[in-house]
């Protein structure tokens, strides 16, 4: 909050705002900045999230590319590498697939293949999760596998503030940079401050303070606990809730110490269960606060299955509030 906002007088906007505001206000800053992906230019965006850019700053610097997303990273890689300072749109983390061999045998080896010389500050943008009926192949959570890779840092913003700040810290980072936005996000609204800022990436949030069990909750995620929370203080039971934010690197003194702290953990992402990065923080967990712990961790995740078109079948497929809550009971009563 800045000096001139009181707790009644702040400047509400939404998440696609933030992320618009955010890149109006770096390019302003920093003509080393350009923005390059499919439809990015003078349509602004397939969610209108790069609206305007285009024609505040032209077309030298708000680069509509062919649907080509292997280009669209090297283009990035190379521009990066000579010193300017790329921002590239992937539009839907589900094609990250298709550019993988770049991100991560370029982007990610680039600087220690060539002994830290070389440095690469390249920031790629995209929009996972589900919510929209998008179905199997735009709406999934891809994160474990960029998580896998060294050489890459991955924010996952959960609200429009922390959007502003992680992007900033993304964009002025000299090292490779993933920003995932959540598509069913975009829409809601937050306290956003009007100047840049930057949160610092790797370093987690404790959105809430509990007694009882710690809620480890990724992207969208973090409000779908809160929800649940609200229900389980109802019944005298006290979360904590934990939102890493950047989920490379991992703020794994931050989770630890809540789970010191509670004694029994959740963790809960939108991804399939199955190698999803609630096994990974688990695994930390385990390996330093084992001797904390009154229960085993748990898991909350997405079932084993491509994502269902149908709206019905897609909202029992996303966790919710109910089978947060349920684990939390599941842990409490171990």
Same mark, same amino acid.
């Given at each position: 909050?800045?000096?001139?906002?009181?707790?009644?007088?702040?400047?509400?906007?939404?998440?696609?705002?933030?992320?618009?505001?955010?890149?109006?206000?770096?390019?302003?800053?920093?003509?080393?900045?350009?923005?390059?992906?499919?439809?990015?230019?003078?349509?602004?965006?397939?969610?209108?999230?790069?609206?305007?850019?285009?024609?505040?700053?032209?077309?030298?610097?708000?680069?509509?590319?062919?649907?080509?997303?292997?280009?669209?990273?090297?283009?990035?890689?190379?521009?990066?590498?000579?010193?300017?300072?790329?921002?590239?749109?992937?539009?839907?983390?589900?094609?990250?697939?298709?550019?993988?061999?770049?991100?991560?045998?370029?982007?990610?080896?680039?600087?220690?293949?060539?002994?830290?010389?070389?440095?690469?500050?390249?920031?790629?943008?995209?929009?996972?999760?589900?919510?929209?009926?998008?179905?199997?192949?735009?709406?999934?959570?891809?994160?474990?596998?960029?998580?896998?890779?060294?050489?890459?840092?991955?924010?996952? #913003?959960? *609200? &429009?503030?922390?959007?502003?700040?992680? $992007?900033? =810290?993304?964009?002025?980072? @000299?090292?490779?940079? %993933?920003?995932?936005?959540?598509?069913?996000?975009?829409?809601?609204?937050?306290?956003?401050?009007?100047?840049?800022?930057?949160?610092?990436?790797?370093?987690?949030?404790?959105?809430?303070?509990?007694?009882?069990?710690?809620?480890?909750?990724?992207?969208?995620?973090?409000?779908?606990?809160?929800?649940?929370?609200?229900?389980?203080?109802?019944?005298?039971?006290?979360?904590?809730?934990?939102?890493?934010?950047?989920?490379?690197?991992?703020?794994?003194?931050?989770?630890?110490?809540?789970?010191?702290?509670?004694?029994?953990?959740?963790?809960?992402?939108?991804?399939?269960?199955?190698?999803?990065?609630?096994?990974?923080?688990?695994?930390?967990?385990?390996?330093?606060?084992?001797?904390?712990?009154?229960?085993?961790?748990?898991?909350?995740?997405? #079932?084993? *299955? &491509?994502?269902?078109?149908?709206?019905? $079948?897609? =909202?029992?497929?996303?966790? @919710?509030?109910?089978? %947060?809550?349920?684990?939390?009971?599941?842990?409490?009563?171990?």
């Amino acid at each position: 909050m800045t000096a001139t906002e009181t707790a009644t007088d702040q400047r509400i906007i939404t998440y696609n705002q933030a992320f618009n505001e955010t890149l109006f206000q770096l390019m302003a800053e920093d003509e080393d900045i350009f923005v390059a992906g499919e439809d990015v230019g003078r349509y602004g965006g397939v969610f209108q999230s790069f609206a305007g850019l285009n024609a505040e700053y032209g077309d030298r610097r708000v680069v509509d590319t062919p649907i080509a997303e292997q280009a669209i990273v090297g283009l990035g890689i190379g521009a990066a590498a000579m010193g300017l300072r790329p921002v590239v749109d992937l539009m839907f983390m589900d094609f990250v697939m298709v550019a993988m061999d770049q991100i991560a045998n370029q982007a990610a080896k680039m600087k220690y293949m060539f002994g830290g010389k070389a440095e690469l500050p390249l920031t790629i943008t995209t929009t996972g999760g589900a919510g929209l009926g998008a179905a199997a192949q735009h709406s999934q959570s891809l994160e474990a596998w960029l998580i896998h890779v060294p050489g890459l840092k991955l924010v996952f #913003p959960s *609200s &429009p503030h922390d959007l502003k700040g992680l $992007l900033t =810290s993304c964009v002025r980072d @000299n090292n490779p940079t %993933i920003v995932t936005l959540h598509k069913a996000m975009l829409g809601t609204s937050g306290h956003v401050p009007e100047e840049l800022y930057e949160i610092p990436l790797g370093k987690a949030s404790v959105v809430q303070e509990g007694d009882d069990v710690t809620i480890v909750a990724i992207g969208r995620m973090v409000s779908v606990a809160q929800a649940a929370a609200k229900t389980l203080a109802e019944e005298g039971i006290s979360v904590e809730i934990v939102d890493p934010r950047c989920l490379l690197p991992f703020d794994t003194d931050t989770v630890v110490e809540s789970a010191k702290k509670t004694n029994r953990v959740v963790i809960v992402h939108e991804a399939v269960r199955n190698g999803g990065i609630g096994g990974e923080i688990a695994a930390q967990i385990q390996e330093f606060a084992f001797d904390y712990l009154d229960a085993p961790v748990a898991r909350v995740g997405a #079932p084993f *299955s &491509p994502v269902p078109f149908s709206p019905a $079948l897609e =909202s029992e497929y996303v966790p @919710n509030p109910g089978s %947060i809550a349920d684990a939390v009971r599941g842990v409490l009563n171990r």
